[in-house]
């Protein structure tokens, strides 16, 4: 099965940091997803990218930004952390862009906590 | 726009005891529509899926019928189980849009079945 990998499961930065989240899928998925989750808000996409080099704004870009070098890599970054960032973040990919009937695969995701 | 609307929780239920979680969905066309369970310390990870009206998900015990005249999709457990406890998402997915990034998520509904 598909494996998405997050770099740390638990992380703790001070406000204005730049921060680094990284993703990688091991099946050649061409799309992949940046969402955060928050209590009673569920998932906001941030970024999302549907081949190398190519990225796109989500519903909740302000302060982030993105960087898919290679197909398999997608990372999330914080310019300068706020303590309104804090928040589960969760990567995701799936096959083809047009894949609107197929299942997204997620990572275990990010506690990040901005202090 | 798109958007799920899915039952407040959190729910608590003994364990064999029966489950709903409501979900409504406001969308053009003919969406997917999707649940996704995310256990403790977990990603999500897709639970089922219907794809057309009258369309039946299921998996692991749970059910969900696509009501295009109610424009709903609840899910459905008839005997839970302590290893069910999750939160439980729902989502639409719009079919004409021929992208993955239009996927809309409810904003979660906490599980806790006690033994």
């Known amino acids: 099965d598909v494996k998405v990998t997050q770099s740390s499961r638990y992380l703790v930065k001070r406000t204005g940091e730049k921060v680094f989240l990284e993703c990688v899928q091991d099946m050649d998925h061409e799309n992949m997803f940046w969402y955060r989750q928050d209590p009673g808000l569920g998932l906001r996409l941030i970024y999302f990218?549907?081949?190398?080099?190519?990225?796109e704004k989500g519903d909740i870009p302000e302060g982030y930004s993105v960087s898919r070098e290679k197909k398999e890599r997608f990372s999330l970054i914080l310019e300068s952390a706020s303590t309104n960032q804090t928040s589960m973040y969760l990567c995701?990919?799936?096959?083809?862009?047009?894949?609107?009937?197929?299942?997204?695969?997620f990572g275990s995701g990010t506690q990040l906590s901005v202090l | 726009g798109n958007s799920v609307t899915q039952m407040e929780g959190p729910v608590t239920l003994s364990e064999e005891a029966f489950l709903t979680i409501n979900c409504t969905y406001t969308?053009?066309?003919?969406?997917?529509l999707f649940w996704y369970v995310q256990y403790p310390g977990e990603g999500l990870q897709l639970l089922l899926k219907a794809t057309k009206a009258d369309d039946k998900g299921s998996n692991k015990g749970f059910e969900a019928t696509y009501r295009k005249e109610t424009t709903s999709f609840h899910l459905e457990k008839g005997s839970v189980q302590v290893s069910d406890s999750a939160v439980y998402f729902c989502?639409?997915?719009?079919?004409?849009?021929?992208?993955?990034?239009?996927?809309?998520f409810g904003s979660g509904t906490q599980l806790t079945v006690l033994p």
């Open positions: 995701a990919s799936i096959k083809s862009r047009g894949a609107t009937n197929e299942k997204l695969f």
């Open positions: 969308a053009t066309g003919y969406p997917s």
């Open positions: 989502a639409l997915s719009p079919i004409s849009s021929g992208s993955a990034r239009q996927l809309t």
């Open positions: 990218s549907y081949d190398v080099k190519m990225k």
